[in-house]
């Protein structure tokens, strides 16, 4: 029986690395194919001054006249080696750049994610169990205008509510980090560097938090209403422990997957929140290599961030099957 599960789990993830394989290569030939569109790559490098014919030199120096086929297998095997390109901004690797970005990116997407689990989970559960109280009924009205209003909007509005009327938080940057090590810089060692990242991280919160409270709420009804439920109640069991403990574990296995899916997709959705915030993180260097048509550093953007994404389904995957091995098997045998 284990010997068979196994295998089951050996062969699902064999097909979620052909799978994720699949995916990365069709973001890396999306990403490629659009940076013809984006600008020449001679006018960011030596301008307009430069003569025709070195400039065709150039393009011949640099493969630029080879065809699209054979320019995206020498890209592809550049990527496989780590080279993504090289900046032309910066003058150095792409990948380098974003690593130094990257960490800054992460630090928000964890500070909105903790405030999203920390207060859907209550409020997707206090409103599923007294679904008609006045506090359930305000909590469910506040999750549609949450909503209805864009990211950017709620960070420009909470700029001039706490920075600039009340001055209770900063406005912009990361403010005093520590560094832990590598490119890896933390907000979350010292006060200065939790004021700096507390309104980016409820700004960014703010697209996903009502998602998961409407998401709880109505999973979280669906189970009260199953027939263990209703056994629990009439063994005597103490409602906190149906609640948190029975109820609850059944309503988060569907979240998990969701919630998943979410969190990958947040690092894509930092773009505005960290352009209104001066956030120094991928979002923020994303729109200004579009600004200075920097090639190198947008497709290799497109290819961190699809790898994020994808790890992370994978990974959420992994662990739905873990919490429900029933799912899992199911899914493998499929």
Do not use: C
């Not at 790559?41 to 400039?55: D, H, I, K, Y």
């Not at 990527?79 to 990948?95: I, N």
């Not at 207060?119 to 559960?125: A, D, I, N, R, T």
């Amino acid at each position: 029986m284990n010997h068979s599960k196994g295998g089951g789990m050996l062969a699902y993830l064999v097909k979620r690395l052909f799978q994720a394989i699949a995916v990365m290569l069709a973001i890396s030939f999306i990403g490629f194919a659009i940076q013809d569109n984006l600008g020449d790559p001679l006018r960011e490098l030596v301008g307009q001054s430069v003569s025709e014919e070195t400039r065709q030199q150039l393009r011949d120096e640099l493969g630029l006249n080879d065809s699209f086929l054979t320019q995206y297998v020498r890209f592809l095997g550049n990527a496989v080696q780590g080279d993504l390109g090289t900046s032309y901004f910066f003058k150095e690797p792409a990948l380098d750049v974003i690593m130094k970005k990257l960490p800054a990116t992460l630090e928000l997407v964890l500070g909105a994610t903790l405030i999203i689990v920390g207060l859907s989970v209550p409020l997707g559960v206090y409103t599923a169990i007294k679904p008609n109280s006045i506090p359930s009924k305000i909590i469910m009205g506040a999750s549609i205008v949450g909503i209805s209003i864009p990211v950017f909007l709620t960070a420009i509005l909470m700029i001039y509510v706490f920075s600039v009327e009340l001055h209770w938080l900063p406005s912009y940057g990361r403010g005093d980090v520590v560094h832990v090590f590598g490119y890896w810089d933390t907000n979350f060692a010292n006060v200065d560097g939790w004021a700096h990242i507390l309104l980016p991280s409820i700004a960014l919160a703010s697209i996903m938090l009502p998602l998961f409270v409407r998401l709880i709420r109505a999973e979280m009804m669906e189970v009260l209403q199953s027939e263990y439920v209703k056994y629990a109640k009439a063994k005597g069991i103490h409602p906190g422990r149906i609640y948190f403990v029975h109820a609850l574990k059944n309503t988060l296995l569907p979240v998990i997957t969701v919630g998943g899916v979410q969190i990958g997709t947040m690092v894509a959705y930092t773009i505005l929140t960290e352009t209104v915030f001066q956030w120094p993180g991928m979002g923020f260097m994303f729109l200004e290599a579009v600004n200075r048509v920097d090639t190198p550093l947008i497709v290799a953007y497109l290819i961190v961030v699809g790898f994020i994404f994808v790890v992370t389904n994978t990974i959420v995957d992994l662990i739905y099957g873990l919490v429900n091995p029933t799912v899992n098997l199911a899914r493998m045998g499929a």
